[in-house]
């Protein structure tokens, strides 16, 4: 199932293409000896991979010769519009961002176009505005499939087993990547919920219904606390759709604390994603059932050779140039591979580097 193969050959297809296409600019030479200063603005503190993300990022363009300027706007759009205008006015030759939410960034953007500074959005698309140039992320459709077909597998629906009580819980509605990884989830459990093989006993289904802001794990706790008290007295939850590692970590205490864990009442399955160290050893300790691994380490590397492109007059190569339209424009995209992990493959993440397995212990 982990396919850490792929996202090495996509990298390494990458490398070649990105030669492939250059058009030779700055003397041609591909290195990178001139540098420039590359403003890198992060969303939070508070998750670990953001911390991944900000440290590889900074890495990869250090390695490529260049200085850089790093800022966490701590989940608030507006300190975050704050930084950005800040590192405009210092000179930033490249800006990447992983917007809080997407769509607070047009004026701040317009600024960096007068200025001419080029802008990759990192992980999370920049919605209406054309002044965003390029997009990285991973197969975000392909996350919330990954999902979707864990509890699929565990349950043994395609068996025809059930019926099973399912919750539904999804992300920030501020993030575009909430509605891609729902989407992605809905176009595998959808007929199962149509059959009645899964039922949602809380009637919440709707994207609106069960968006949880700022991907906060306290919030979905709470949700999920009080669907247990609403609605499953006397009933059992199978399983919990959850978008992402610090939901899923939420929703297992409300669990808990309802009475689940136990031998007489065993945890549902609940999905996760971004395969964040809390939510490995919980996958360990037979918790939280999966995760989505996505290693940010090359997402970043990505990004910082993105950035080298565009200030070298290359054209940077993409996956995608028409399927991520931001509502102004298509903006071309590059997308890496998802894997799912759970209790039977995390070693790989220790192959791979992302862990110790020291960390793990
Ligand atoms: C999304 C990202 C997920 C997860 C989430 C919460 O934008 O794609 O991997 O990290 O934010 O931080």
């Known amino acids: 199932m982990f396919n850490r193969r792929t996202v090495l050959a996509g990298v390494a297809s990458l490398g070649l293409t990105l030669s492939a296409c250059s058009k030779g600019g700055a003397g041609g ?28 990022v900074v890495e990869g ?38 917007a809080i939410d997407n769509r607070s960034l047009n004026d701040v953007l317009q600024q960096a176009a007068d200025a001419d500074i080029p802008v990759v959005s990192y992980d999370r698309l920049i919605l209406g ?15 919330g499939m990954i999902q979707a077909r864990y509890i699929i597998d565990k349950l043994g629906l ?23 990884f729902f989407d992605g989830s809905m176009t595998h459990l959808q007929s199962f919920l149509d059959s009645r093989q899964l039922v949602v ?30 609605w499953y007295r006397s009933e059992r939850v199978d399983a919990v759709l959850s978008p992402y590692d610090g939901i899923s970590r939420g929703v297992l205490s409300a669990l808990k604390s309802g009475g689940y864990g136990s031998g007489v009442e065993p945890l549902p399955v ?19 059932s999966q995760t989505v691994y996505k290693d940010v380490r090359l997402l970043a590397e990505a990004a910082a050779t993105m950035v080298d ?8 190569w993409v996956d995608d ?38 960390e793990l212990k």
């Open 158 to 180: 395609d068996d025809g087993k059930g019926p099973f009580n399912i919750e539904l819980f999804a992300g920030s509605p501020d993030d575009n990547n909430t509605k891609y």
């Open 29 to 56: 030479s591909g290195g990178s000896s001139e540098g420039g200063t590359v403003g890198v603005a992060m969303p939070t503190r508070s998750s670990e991979r953001w911390l991944t993300d900000g440290r590889s």
């Open 270 to 288: 609940i999905t996760g994603q971004d395969a964040e160290l809390e939510s490995v050893k919980s996958i360990i300790a037979g918790e939280q």
């Open 61 to 98: 363009l250090k390695a490529m010769g260049y200085k850089t300027k790093l800022v966490y706007g701590d989940d608030d759009p507006k300190a975050q519009v704050s930084q950005i205008e800040k590192l405009i006015q210092q000179g930033v030759d490249a800006l990447i961002i992983a």
């Open 309 to 316: 492109d565009l200030l070298k007059d290359r054209v940077p």
């Open 201 to 230: 006993r809380s009637g919440e289904t709707k994207l609106n219904q069960i968006t949880t802001p700022r991907w906060d794990g306290p919030t979905a706790q709470r949700r999920m606390s009080d669907i247990l008290t609403k």
């Open 321 to 358: 140039a028409v399927g991520y339209n931001n509502g102004v424009k298509a903006v071309p995209a590059v997308l890496l591979q998802p894997a799912g992990v759970d209790k039977t493959n995390y070693e790989t993440l220790v192959e791979d580097g992302y862990f110790t397995a020291g």
């Open 129 to 143: 505005t054309k002044n965003v140039d390029y997009y990285v992320s991973f197969d975000n459709e392909m996350v």
